[in-house]
């Protein structure tokens, strides 16, 4: 039935087209901002995972650079107990050396005092915005080094909790205390010498064993933490940002079926006009 107060046709026709202009205008908009998802209203659920996702990011970002500070404080002491290898091994040369009766003892206990008193140079100069892990405490305080290393969560709704790698102070200052080593002045004072140069130096290579292990652990964690990273960003990117080349092709279909969409309603009001002919 066809009727001059109702057109059916015209209101499917416009149904239609406002369908049709809504999917255009939010196609247009993920185009524009490159977001399928950019609010809640988009998709709540998707939305809320990608925020709590990101947030996490934003942590293990500020954990790479608590890392990189890490590593840089492990690293100064490094170089600095390797620096004291190097000189307690000078020392032992020195020491083995005044095994023999016919040199110049007095000499070579100076030449030791001199490079006994760089080592203390070094353990006391050995430190990284105000943080030492030659001596007994790391700043004053404490014994060991916290550096922030990752974020646990458990379950969606869980808090993180920050977790720690702690590197121990080596306590250079008590362990490597060599005022009480056995001044040289004949062979058999630089026998004893020997002795303690030797501990001395087993303690400096375990200390920077020790701290190249920890440099190594702080770089590996610091590598992870990146991957992980990068890993969250492109599990946000895979729920919520916009596919270009689908959004292109449903441009285009959307952009024809407005097109056909506006005719067909154009048609649909055309028709009770042609009533008209039946009453000529």
């Not at 080094?145 to 808090?159: E, F, I």
């Amino acid at each position: 039935m066809t009727s001059i107060l109702t057109n059916n046709g015209a209101m499917v026709a416009l149904q239609t087209l406002q369908s049709v202009n809504n999917d255009l205008t939010d196609t247009q908009n993920q185009i524009s901002t490159g977001k399928k998802v950019g609010s809640a209203s988009d998709n709540a659920a998707v939305w809320a995972i990608s925020k709590t996702m990101e947030s996490d990011v934003s942590g293990f970002e500020a954990i790479s650079e608590a890392l990189a500070v890490g590593e840089a404080t492990v690293a100064v002491a490094s170089a600095g107990a390797e620096n004291i290898v190097d000189k307690l091994v000078e020392i032992k040369e020195l020491v083995v050396s005044a095994q023999s009766e016919n040199v110049d003892h007095v000499k070579i206990q100076t030449d030791i005092t001199k490079k006994v008193e760089q080592i203390d140079a070094i353990m006391s100069a050995a430190q990284f915005n105000g943080v030492n892990l030659l001596l007994d405490t790391v700043d004053g305080t404490e014994t060991s080094l916290g550096v922030l290393a990752s974020l646990d969560r458990v379950g969606p709704t869980g808090t993180p909790a920050a977790t720690e790698i702690d590197i121990a102070a080596l306590d250079f200052t008590n362990n490597l205390d060599m005022s009480s080593m056995t001044a040289i002045a004949d062979s058999t004072t630089a026998a004893s010498a020997l002795t303690e140069i030797e501990a001395f130096l087993s303690t400096a290579i375990d200390g920077a064993a020790q701290l190249g292990a920890d440099k190594a652990r702080l770089t590996d964690q610091g590598e992870f933490v990146g991957k992980l990273s990068d890993a969250m960003k492109q599990g946000i990117s895979a729920m919520t940002d916009t596919n270009m080349e689908e959004a292109s092709a449903r441009l285009k279909a959307l952009q024809t079926q407005q097109q056909l969409a506006v005719q067909s309603l154009s048609i649909a009001n055309g028709a009770p006009s042609s009533l008209m002919s039946l009453f000529r």
